[in-house]
């Protein structure tokens, strides 16, 4: 069964950079669409970038558009999210999430999360 493992959550400024990573156990991430989302205080979870079997990536939010990135990196079996010039709306709990090849449709497994606070 995949198993997910969030890390790099963190304090930052404004302005700063982070990068979260995605271990992979169990199966390869070359096989998996992997996705990244977050759920910030009170508000509902919601996507933020993808990155299919094949290497194709979806954005799901134009708030991010620009400052984030999503890579893969097969022999690490890891997926990154690189977040530059952060907000402090986007302080969240980070989770990666997986399904078998296509980031379209329902994220079959979790991780546990990741919490990144941007202060001011």
């Known amino acids: 069964q995949l198993q997910l493992v969030e890390s790099g959550g963190g304090l930052v400024e404004v302005g700063g950079s982070l990068r979260l990573s995605c271990a992979a156990s169990g199966f390869g991430v070359d096989n998996y669409a992997i996705g990244w989302f977050r759920q910030a205080p009170g508000k509902e979870r919601e996507g933020v970038l993808c990155?299919?079997?094949?290497?194709?990536?979806?954005n799901y939010a134009d708030s991010v558009k620009g400052r984030f990135t999503i890579s893969r990196d097969n022999a690490k079996n890891t997926v990154y999210l690189q977040m530059n010039s952060l907000l402090q709306k986007d302080t969240a709990v980070y989770y990666c999430?997986?399904?078998?090849?296509?980031?379209?449709?329902?994220?079959?497994?979790w991780g546990k999360g990741t919490l990144v606070t941007v202060s001011s």
């Open positions: 999430a997986g399904r078998s090849y296509s980031c379209n449709g329902v994220m079959d497994y």
């Open positions: 990155i299919s079997s094949s290497g194709g990536i979806r």
